[in-house]
């Protein structure tokens, strides 16, 4: 698991600021959920974490080392599945340790993540023979393959159908509650992040700063209807913008 320090980053591009001057920490094993507006940054401080890109004023470190490029250890989900049509779903999740030389030795690894997401009788299927939550499993097998410390997830579930999405909210959970790893979770959903996160991290719009870091004291599993989170999420929500009236199911931080 890895403890994250964000430390007062700025980043844009060209003319355009997106974050500014961010702060941010996680704990080793934490799962943080990052709302904000579209378009304010969400998915840029993701990419800085995972070392696709350099801040341009301040620091990213992960375990206390800064963060100067990708590593295994570094795992970033996207929205879209992003699956080489033309491979199988073993071979899709094979690409990582492919990449690293390793593809002999990580057979039982390979097999392993592709349980772990319960496509065990897919293992053969290309992307084409898939559902929609199908091929996002796909996806968390080929970045939960190389074990990773730390798994970035940018909006995993927002493609999906709304009982899709309930169910793979379920099975993100259940693996990392199982998987020993920090993450870090970009949604636009409320109740998602309330109903998965250890804490919930509001963002401005563009350039983004830190509203608020909200931290959900509920046991698990939670529920939607939960009195405690209908408070928190009225207390987001009024912080994002929206009328204190709208605080039903499906309220997304879409701005």
Known sequence: MSA??????SHGYGALEVLDDVTLRAEAGELVAIL???GCGKSTLLRLLAG???PGAGTVAVDGARVDGPSPERA??????????????????AIGPQALGRLKESAGAIDEAIRLVGLDGFADARPQQLSGGMAQRAALARA?????????LDEPLGRLDALTRLSMQRELLRLW???GFTALLVTHDVDEALVLADRVVVMSPRPARILADIRVDAERPRAHDDPRLTELRRS???????DEAVVGRGATAAG
């Open 4 to 9: 994250i320090a964000v430390e007062r980053v």
């Open 36 to 38: 904000g507006p579209s």
């Open 52 to 54: 696709l890109e350099t």
């Open 76 to 93: 970033l989900v996207f929205q879209d599945p992003t699956l080489f049509p033309w491979r199988t779903v073993r071979q899709n999740v």
């Open 144 to 152: 939960l393959v190389n074990r990773p410390s730390l798994l970035l």
């Open 177 to 179: 509650q199982d998987g």
């Open 236 to 242: 987001i929500l009024g912080l994002l913008g929206f």
